[in-house]
């Protein structure tokens, strides 16, 4: 899949609407100091713990908590975290059970529109480590919702592939992961990228189709109505995690394909899968 410019765009300018993720988490050594619904610092004299997972997270207001509470409970996240080995890291198995609650209803191959890339991630003893690492720790959840290893581990190489790690625009590095529908993951990556993105707050509120500046080559319909079915559904767009925004950073003309860089390839967490991988954005 690729993205194409509709129309002729000058630089520094959103081709995309701010897009809610599909699913987000925090970084397991960020999840008692920030909010586990936006992913900002707590900073606040009395923060809002989840006691049934003895505060393992945390919510800075009565909206950040109504709006995750209860996807982290319904998840198997709150269970996952109640349970999980110390050393164990979670963030990867926490965004594919969000995953696979919010898209219960998909076909394990192609997840919501997201492509994965099991095949070719298999050769990878280090990468497939990580996702059988996941698929362990999903499936060790006492009341599992996974109900199949095969789900498990089609969520993992999805999130494995296509999430983006979220970073505060001076923080000192990422604070989760963020996996995100095709108005994001159909753009490809270039070593000569004419768009960037960046992260903004996360709000309720519905998704215009007609405000993308882009369009999917050669499946110009299939994104507008991915946006309508989600805007339709009641747990479709996520209400948590920071929204995501393509923007030019270069002109381009109608019809050229619009692709976002491979960012700070000195990040520890990046990995170059296939036309996405997860790569480093900035939350401003
Ligand atoms: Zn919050
Ligand atoms: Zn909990």
Not at 74 to 99: Q, Y
Request: hydrophobic share 35%; glycine share 8%; aromatic share 6%.
């Amino acid at each position: 899949m690729e993205m194409r410019a509709i129309d002729d765009t000058c630089m520094a300018r959103d081709v995309t609407p701010p897009l809610p993720p599909i699913a987000a988490a925090l970084h397991d050594h960020l999840l008692r100091s920030h909010c586990s619904s936006c992913l900002r610092p707590l900073n606040l004299p009395h923060p809002l713990p989840h006691s049934a997972c003895s505060a393992a997270v945390s919510y800075c207001s009565a909206s950040c908590s109504a709006a995750d509470l209860p996807l982290h409970v319904s998840s198997g996240e709150c269970s996952l975290l109640r349970s999980r080995p110390l050393s164990a890291p979670t963030t990867d198995a926490r965004v594919s059970l969000r995953l696979l609650l919010h898209l219960r209803r998909s076909s394990p191959a192609r997840i919501g529109g997201l492509w994965s890339n099991r095949e070719a991630m298999k050769e990878e003893e280090e990468v497939w480590g990580r996702v059988e690492e996941g698929v362990a720790l999903m499936m060790s959840i006492a009341d599992r919702r996974v109900s199949t290893e095969e789900e498990a581990e089609a969520a993992m190489c999805v999130v494995v592939t296509n999430a983006v790690e979220v970073q505060f625009g001076t923080g000192p590095g990422p604070v989760g992961i963020a996996l995100y529908g095709p108005g994001f993951s159909w753009f490809n990556h270039s070593c000569s990228p004419n768009a960037c993105y960046r992260f903004v707050p996360a709000w309720p509120g519905p998704v215009d189709p007609d405000s993308f500046r882009v369009s999917p080559a050669g499946e110009e319909s299939a994104l507008k109505a991915w946006i309508c079915d989600e805007n339709r559904l009641y747990d479709g767009f996520c209400r948590y995690g920071p929204r995501i925004v393509v923007r030019s950073i270069k002109p381009i003309r109608k019809g050229e394909e619009v692709c976002v860089g491979y960012l700070d390839l000195l990040q520890p967490k990046q990995q170059t899968w296939g036309k996405n991988g997860s790569s480093l954005g900035t939350l401003t």
